[in-house]
């Protein structure tokens, strides 16, 4: 599933390569630096849907794990934890195959420290997004049931993720979703760590305004021009991140699996148990069977 999810990212930044190809890409002009905050909203999204994947591993292992935490194996904790840390080096590796891909091929700041931001990101990214459809799969039990969660959970990411629909055009009674978004945070993050960087400090046109080029195109998306908001949404990234993963804890130890009850068991199958459980030959059992079964000589 891996290998599968490192060739996705590969094509996906090759597409993200040509479409956004630094030749083309200027820095002239408010509507240039829009194209440039859709290049990083293409890398938050595709991170993000790369942990989709999540969803459907941990609802293929949790009837192993129901069976072993109620034989009292080991606790919720033991099986969580490990699963939240082995995850951690993929993501590294997935947003070291992205970044090294597109970011300066796209031809975003080439200062080394905002390269290392910018992948940083990508990596809590990616971490907060396989937290949450761990969480949804706790939570669902059901593939089903996980993949509408999920798939609503990605609609609100998006939509309120402060790309789509700025923050100046969103309602004021749906503003908290706009504040609970996880995405929000990250795309603020990576828009103020690019557009407060050298390559955008120049001021376009005096006698409009005397804001850099890239203060300007923060202000047009409703984005914080102040350059705290990078450490902002990674503190606000790692929360997520510690959250999600209690909370799949949390429901791994307090949830029972959907339409538990007692199965019904074949004579095939309970043979079949037998035979494993006592050692006698399988040949013998049927032929015995079959004596039984079968009418005697004379009757």
């Given amino acids: 599933m891996n290998v599968t999810c490192l060739y996705q990212l ?4 090759t597409i993200a390569m040509t479409v956004f190809l ?9 509507e240039d630096g829009v194209i440039y905050m859709g290049a990083m909203f293409l890398g938050l999204v595709t991170h993000l849907f790369n942990a989709f994947a999540e969803l459907a591993m941990s609802i293929a292992k949790l009837p192993i794990f129901y069976k072993q935490r109620d034989l009292l194996f080991y606790p919720s904790w033991a099986y969580g934890l490990p699963t939240w840390l082995l995850k951690i080096p993929i993501s590294f590796l ?25 992948y940083l990101l990508l990596v809590l990214i990616s971490q907060m997004a396989s937290g949450l459809f761990r969480v949804l799969a706790a939570l669902g039990r059901d593939m089903v049931v996980a993949d509408t969660f999920g798939s609503f959970a990605q609609l609100v990411l998006l939509v309120l993720g402060g790309f789509l629909i700025a923050r100046d055009n969103i309602k004021a009674w ?6 609970c978004s ?6 603020n993050a990576i828009a103020v760590n690019e557009f407060l960087g050298h390559s955008w400090r120049m001021v376009v046109d005096p006698t409009d305004s005397n804001d850099t080029l890239g203060v300007q195109v923060l202000k047009s998306r409703g984005i914080f021009v102040d350059p705290n908001w990078y450490w902002i949404g990674v503190g606000a990234l790692l929360g997520y991140i510690m959250l999600f993963n209690v909370l799949f804890i949390v429901f791994l130890d307090l949830l029972d699996p959907l339409g538990k ?5 074949s004579e095939e199958e309970l043979m079949e148990k037998h035979v494993n459980r006592t050692g006698e030959n399988v040949e013998l059992l049927l032929l015995g069977n079959d004596s039984e079964n079968s009418p005697s000589n004379g009757q």
């Fill in 174 to 179: 749906w503003i908290w979703g706009y504040w």
């Fill in 22 to 30: 630094r030749t083309e890409m200027h820095r002239n002009s408010v």
């Fill in 261 to 265: 009850g007692q199965n019904v068991v």
């Fill in 94 to 118: 997935e947003c070291a195959v992205w970044i090294c891909m597109t970011y300066y091929v796209i031809g975003f700041d080439p200062n080394i420290e905002r390269f290392f931001r910018h």
């Fill in 10 to 13: 590969i094509i996906l930044g």
């Fill in 182 to 187: 996880p995405l929000m945070y990250a795309q």
